[in-house]
């Protein structure tokens, strides 16, 4: 089962590598993909360029372990960055009995809807959505419909076919944003312990999202 794990990455952090992780080890992936966007088309655009996002990313996974890999076909696509377009390149690479995983946080889920052809990225895989234990939010009608239809409560089931379920899987939640990190450093405050050293000397030696002047 191959894991997607998509975003900017701007910068990359601890919140998503340990969420990575948790979703990699709870879910017993084969393989697990980061996919930076070139351009993100559901929120503002990124502080840093592709090419700077992608350094970060790969500071922060230098020999990647095993399993891990860093996925760059959004990179090398122009326009902004459509899931539904990744997993259709995806699919046409790995083949269609592949059990295949869109790894999401519960923001990005409960904006599904807003995505696009937001339906058809369940006939092209899994959604596994990261939520910390206890919250439940208000769902939006068109999902409520969906989960009704595919929700599963058991990880064996992903493993069974290629696509069309969600499940659930409670993360840890570290209280780290990579706006939060992109303010400490434009304030000269040091981000350490946010992200892994090898990325904070990228963003040191690129001075990114350092104030003008």
Sequence with gaps: MIGIYGGTFDPVHYGHL???????????????RFVPCQIPAHRDTPGATPEQRLAMLRAALPDAAAGTRI?????ERSGPSFMVDTLISLREEIGSTIPLLLIVGLDAFLGLPRWRRWETLLELAHVAVMRRPGFEPEWPTELVREQDRRLTHQAADLRDRPSG????????QLDISASRIRCLIANGQSARNLTPDTVLEVIDRLGLYRQAG
């Design 18 to 32: 340990r969420t990575a992780l948790e979703v990699r080890e709870t879910l017993g992936l084969t393989e697990l």
């Design 165 to 172: 379920l969600i499940h659930f899987v409670n993360v840890m």
């Design 71 to 75: 996925d760059t076909r959004e990179l």
